[in-house]
């Protein structure tokens, strides 16, 4: 097993966690020096925080861990594509890799809907590698979707809308 995939598993084990307390099954670690020194679970709506998503969460316990709000020379492992909050959050952090899982149609800001980090003008470049056990990611945001759609729950407390990517 890859590195990738060795950290990507564990930000799939945090994106469980997120779906069993009802929330969008997203998880990140943050690796530095071969080590996890972050972990992040998507969770806005238990936190009552529009900021919750794992990869914030993840940055703002590794930053903790290491006693500095740069995290120079650390990946970011997430399982879906990060929104434009949270690869505005990886320049920040100055973070050098940003490793991602599912690309998402809707909402993803690295490869998808906007290529935020590829903007010139930020005076830091993350590398990415996009794709890493995708499948696994998509299969869980998509069996989280269904469910919740076969109960019935419309509203944004779910962290549903109308136009989903994922079913
Ligand atoms: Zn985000």
Redesign the pocket.
């Given at each position: 097993m890859s590195s990738h995939d060795l950290f990507m598993h564990e930000a799939l084990s945090l994106a469980k966690r997120a779906a069993a307390s009802g929330e969008v099954p997203v998880g990140a670690v943050v690796v530095l020096n071969g080590e996890i020194v972050g972990r992040g679970h998507n969770q806005p709506i238990s936190s009552v925080d529009p900021t919750a998503?794992a990869?914030?969460v993840a940055l703002r316990d590794a930053a903790q861990r290491v006693g500095n709000y740069r995290l120079t020379g650390a990946t970011l492992y997430v399982t879906v594509e990060?929104?434009v909050?949270?690869a505005g959050a990886c320049v920040h952090a100055r973070i050098e890799e940003l490793v991602f899982g599912a690309a998402d149609d809707k909402a993803g800001a690295v490869v998808s809907r906007a290529q935020i980090l590829d903007v010139p003008a930020w005076n830091h470049r993350v590398r990415v590698t996009g794709g890493v056990l995708a499948a696994e990611a998509r299969e869980l945001m998509q069996a989280f979707f269904q469910t919740r759609r076969g109960e019935g729950y419309r509203s944004g407390r779910t962290g549903l809308d109308s136009k989903s990517s994922w079913g």
């Amino acid at each position: 097993m890859s590195s990738h995939d060795l950290f990507m598993h564990e930000a799939l084990s945090l994106a469980k966690r997120a779906a069993a307390s009802g929330e969008v099954p997203v998880g990140a670690v943050v690796v530095l020096n071969g080590e996890i020194v972050g972990r992040g679970h998507n969770q806005p709506i238990s936190s009552v925080d529009p900021t919750a998503h794992a990869e914030i969460v993840a940055l703002r316990d590794a930053a903790q861990r290491v006693g500095n709000y740069r995290l120079t020379g650390a990946t970011l492992y997430v399982t879906v594509e990060p929104c434009v909050m949270c690869a505005g959050a990886c320049v920040h952090a100055r973070i050098e890799e940003l490793v991602f899982g599912a690309a998402d149609d809707k909402a993803g800001a690295v490869v998808s809907r906007a290529q935020i980090l590829d903007v010139p003008a930020w005076n830091h470049r993350v590398r990415v590698t996009g794709g890493v056990l995708a499948a696994e990611a998509r299969e869980l945001m998509q069996a989280f979707f269904q469910t919740r759609r076969g109960e019935g729950y419309r509203s944004g407390r779910t962290g549903l809308d109308s136009k989903s990517s994922w079913g």
